[in-house]
């Protein structure tokens, strides 16, 4: 496998592992929740750090994962909703 620049062994890095959505879920609970930081996730998870940004904002593969709704939001839609109806 030679190219043009005569190096032999042009073979590119292997890529960390991708995330799955019970982990997108997982780090969204730590970052909303607990406020857990970017770097920190992504050691722990064995990924880059714009990986778990990438997840958390919700770009390129993660966007058909739906995204993380707190408990305060919930009760507070619920609320909404509740005095709209009546």
Same mark, same amino acid.
């Given at each position: 496998m030679t190219k043009?620049?005569?190096r032999k062994r042009n073979i590119p +890095?292997?890529?960390? +592992? @991708?995330? /799955? %959505?019970? #982990?997108v879920t997982a780090i %969204?609970? @730590?970052v909303h929740e607990l406020g857990a930081r970017y770097p920190h996730l992504? &050691?722990? @998870? $064995? *990924? /880059?750090? &714009? #990986? *778990?940004?990438? !997840?958390? /904002?919700r770009q390129g593969a993660y966007e &058909?994962? +739906?995204a993380y709704?707190?408990?305060h939001e919930?009760? $507070?839609? !619920? #609320?909404?909703? $509740?005095?709209a109806n009546d």
């Open positions: 043009i620049d005569g +890095p292997l890529r960390k +592992p @991708f995330l /799955n %959505d019970e #982990t %969204d609970f @730590f992504a &050691r722990h @998870f $064995g *990924v /880059n750090r &714009r #990986t *778990v940004m990438a !997840a958390v /904002n &058909r994962i +739906p709704v707190s408990k919930k009760l $507070g839609e !619920a #609320t909404r909703e $509740g005095k």
